[in-house]
């Protein structure tokens, strides 16, 4: 069983379930938390037709997807903030596809195409009940930080120095699926 990442068209289909299921699983994990009930599916439908990833597309973005098998298993998005920082976003992995060290994979395949986009830094956000994405993130070298955006749910800030030798990325025996 191998992964191959690689860029994908952010109108893709694949693209396209991906992005519903990582949006459905990090906002029922909110609503469950928070009101006890799954996120309703009109509101899932107007947020996704909401932010449908454009930023994700060249020239100052990036959408991988994660292959497993030949399956889609995942995804990560980059985007350029500035002319040397990028964001990470959407990284996510099915749930069959955890715990098979995809995760580190996808966040260095992110890190290699920000800095082909010219970033020398990365940061990301995310929500304390994403304790895996936290874990990885930590795990990987990022370090958490002060916020870079005053988004609703953003409740940890990590930042990457990307300008140090990029050496392979690790394996992730826990198998972090979401941020």
């Known amino acids: 069983m191998t992964w191959i990442i690689a860029p994908e068209p952010v109108n893709s289909p694949v693209a396209a379930a991906l992005w519903r299921e990582y949006y459905t699983e990090v906002s029922d994990r909110w609503y469950l938390l928070h009101e006890g009930r799954p996120t309703d599916p009109a509101e899932l439908e107007r947020e996704i037709a909401a932010h449908p990833g454009t930023e994700l ?32 976003t959407r990284v996510f992995l099915r749930p069959g596809a955890r715990g098979r060290g995809g995760g580190p994979l996808l ?13 020398g830094r990365m940061v990301l956000d995310t929500r304390g ?16 930080g002060v916020p870079h955006n005053d988004r609703p749910y953003a409740e940890h800030w990590f930042a990457k120095d990307l300008t140090g030798a990029a050496g392979p990325a690790r394996t992730d025996p826990g198998g972090a699926g979401l941020s």
């Open 107 to 119: 966040v260095g395949a992110a890190e290699q195409a920000a800095r082909a986009l010219g970033a």
């Open 129 to 144: 009940d994403l304790v895996e994405a936290r874990a990885l993130y930590a795990r990987l070298g990022y370090r958490e």
């Open 57 to 88: 597309a060249p020239p100052t973005g990036r959408l991988l997807v994660a292959r497993y098998d030949g399956e889609p298993a995942g995804s990560a998005g980059v985007r350029l903030l500035d002319a040397s920082t990028a964001e990470l």
